[in-house]
């Protein structure tokens, strides 16, 4: 009798030194909220972060790479994103910069578009853009359908975005389908009937547009209980264009987010304050459509957990820039540049309910991305430049 012996091969680890700030959004690993070790190092082993410290204490490594006196922080985390789609709506943005006002009804462009477009097309674009997210520093990233609107086309873009993300969400409720216009309570019918069949296998969250001109709040609560019943979690657009009761009711039914939060009065910021459910602001929204910003200062010194996200999509927010929403949060919002940063990172992970992600301390997934800038700080300091020089994806420098 013989017996078989496997060699096992160890991957090579790698510690990045000489790092003038690493940002760590762990507090027991150093100063602040954001844990920032000054003269850092980060030992990376496969996948995920092995060790954090003080530059002169780092182990021995199979590899090294000398970070040079500048920052390092963890990937963005963007938990709000419209990337299945196809066509372009310049049209639309130039007339709304000529003075013609923002409304929901723009997506049915983007609706005809897409339907039309084949597979190839979609997966085209849609690795585009997170690729493009992806030089800015975004290693974890969220994507909704929302431009099929029928059963086939909500389906295979639920398939297409989990080629590229697991954080995949079902948006069948965006708006109410073109051939619907006469009939809403039919489209929730079969937004929580058949297409609901067809989706929930291939999505983790359900999502839905609660706000005048697309679904009210009767219809956003069958919506979204509906697709808890076959185990999806919720998420809501909420109170983007006016007051309504999309934040209470994200939080009374436990969604993980209620997105946009421009329109609060003093009772939903309570609700979100006592609850669990994180506001994900979307600045680059209200840049695009010469809105009004949400106010994120009355949120946080409320106690609300914050997170930002891009909103990238072809409408409202063409921007799949997690820097620039950080300059627009600290400059119209009311952040600090730590809380704007931590919004982009923790905050992200938290609206995703992710614990392997939007940090850099041992265990977690190794997303890091290295600044060219001695400082996060630089993110808000230096608006429109492009400061993300290198990033780490699941350990591999990409």
């Not at 049209?91 to 005809?112: C, D, H, K, L, P």
């Not at 009210?216 to 109170?239: F, K, M, S, Y």
């Amino acid at each position: 009798m013989t017996t078989a012996t496997t060699a096992t091969t160890a991957t090579p680890t790698t510690a990045i030194t000489n790092i003038a700030g690493l940002v760590t959004n762990d507090p027991s690993l150093g100063e602040g909220p954001l844990g920032l070790i000054r003269d850092a190092a980060v030992v990376i082993d496969g996948d995920r972060v092995a060790w954090v410290g003080g530059t002169s204490k780092a182990p021995a490594t199979d590899n090294r790479v000398d970070a040079g006196g500048r920052a390092v922080i963890p990937g963005f985390v963007d938990s709000h994103s419209h990337l299945v789609f196809a066509g372009d709506r310049t049209e639309e943005f130039n007339a709304r910069m000529s003075g013609r006002a923002y409304s929901a009804g723009g997506i049915r462009t983007t609706v005809a578009a897409t339907r039309a477009a084949p597979d190839e097309v979609l997966h085209a674009n849609v690795g585009r853009y997170v690729a493009e997210a992806r030089r800015q520093g975004t290693t974890t990233v969220e994507i909704k359908s929302g431009y099929g609107l029928t059963e086939r086309d909500e389906a295979r873009s639920l398939a297409i975005a989990g080629a590229h993300t697991d954080e995949v969400t079902f948006l069948g409720a965006h708006i109410v389908a073109p051939e619907f216009a006469d009939d809403p309570a039919a489209y929730v019918e079969l937004v929580t009937g058949p297409m609901l069949d067809a989706c929930a296998p291939h999505a983790r969250w359900i999502d839905v547009f609660c706000e005048r001109g697309a679904f009210d709040g009767d219809q956003a609560r069958a919506v979204l209980t509906a697709g808890q019943e076959r185990g999806l979690i919720p998420r809501v657009h909420a109170n983007q264009l006016s007051h309504g009761p999309g934040v209470r009711l994200a939080v009374e039914l436990g969604a993980a987010s209620a997105d946009h939060c421009t329109h609060l009065t003093d009772a939903d910021v309570d609700a979100l304050a006592q609850g669990d459910t994180v506001a994900t602001l979307l600045p680059g929204a209200e840049f695009s459509t010469r809105s009004s910003y949400p106010d994120a200062r009355r949120l946080l010194d409320a106690g609300v957990t914050v997170a930002l996200s891009p909103d990238c999509n072809p409408g409202s927010s063409f921007t799949s820039s997690m820097p620039f929403c950080v300059a627009l949060a600290v400059r119209e919002m009311g952040m600090t540049p730590d809380e704007a940063v931590w919004a982009a990172t923790a905050g992200g992970a938290r609206a995703l309910r992710r614990t392997d992600v939007g940090r850099v301390s041992p265990g977690a997934r190794a997303d890091l991305a290295l600044l060219d800038a001695p400082s996060h700080v630089h993110l808000a300091y230096r608006p429109g430049v492009p400061l993300v020089s290198a990033v780490w994806q699941h350990g591999t420098l990409i």
